[in-house]
């Protein structure tokens, strides 16, 4: 399995796109892994995770060639995860010859209400006909041509009662991905389900938001310190194991540590750090 980091940061992209702060500027100074773009994530070259403003610029940056995506995992529907209006140039006159004609899009109700409610009208019919919706329920295990998607429910979006936020366990011949972003401290029907699954995954991409600071246990994110508790309990129930790769991801410009800062900090705890670009074969 191949996994990608497409961009690591949260919303504002890092510099952010309004802002002059000291963090923003130094980004833009030392340029390099400094400089992130909103989170987004390909395995293999089938399927992506989150679909922000920025995939575009993915696209261009990285050489992608974004038509052989067959499935779509939305974890939610914030603008930083979830820009449709990309969407409705995928077919008809604005897309020839793809790889794939049809676009899987797995994803809770409200995400997929979001979608029709805001920018179905601008969809050609051909085009639509070719978005094929999944309707996630949390924890049932869907089939995708050999991937095994199984969604969890995520502590996000605290401020919308009976939205549903998910994060990700993937698996595929043998190897596997457990992908938190968004989310805090996870839900305790997830840890749950987690001890019972009780077999390490291969690699654990853990949401950071908050660098140094500290969320706790009932925010919709996370901070370095969180992390680091979070991945003791994995390793106490089995999902985190000896050769378990696990990396930070999603960043804040108002964490304020830049991706040195981060290395030295969190490389000797036994974290790597994303970056936008950076791949792993697992």
Wanted: aromatic residues 12%.
């Amino acid at each position: 399995m191949k996994f990608r980091f497409l961009g690591t940061a949260a919303a504002e992209g890092w510099p952010a796109v309004f802002c002059n702060c000291p963090h923003c500027l130094e980004a833009a100074r030392r340029g390099g892994k400094n400089i992130r773009t909103r989170s987004q994530a390909l395995i293999n070259d089938d399927l992506l995770l989150d679909f922000p403003p920025d995939t575009y610029l993915h696209k261009l940056q990285l050489g992608l060639d974004l038509s052989a995506v067959r499935y779509l995992l939305l974890t939610h529907w914030h603008m930083d995860h979830f820009y449709p209006q990309e969407l409705t140039i995928r077919g008809g006159g604005y897309s020839h010859n793809m790889v794939s004609q049809q676009l899987h899009i797995f994803c809770g109700q409200d995400a997929q209400d979001f979608f029709m409610s805001g920018v179905s009208w601008e969809l050609e019919k051909s085009s639509e006909h070719d978005l094929i919706w999944h309707i996630l329920t949390p924890f049932k295990t869907e089939q995708a041509d050999g991937y095994a998607i199984t969604p969890l429910p995520a502590r996000h979006m605290l401020e919308r009662p009976g939205s549903t936020p998910f994060f990700y366990l993937i698996e595929k011949e043998g190897k596997s991905v457990l992908y938190c972003h968004d989310t805090g401290w996870f839900y305790d029907e997830v840890w749950e389900f987690l001890e019972k699954r009780g077999q390490p995954v291969d690699l654990i991409s853990f949401d950071c938001t908050g660098g140094p600071l500290e969320n706790g246990p009932k925010s919709g994110h996370m901070g370095y310190i969180d992390d680091i508790r979070v991945r003791e309990k994995l390793r106490e129930i089995g999902i985190c194991g000896e050769n378990t790769c696990c990396i930070v991801n999603h960043f804040s410009h108002n964490s304020g540590m830049l991706h040195e800062e981060l290395c030295e900090t969190l490389n000797p705890q036994g974290f790597e750090v994303s970056y936008d670009g950076m791949e792993i074969e697992l």
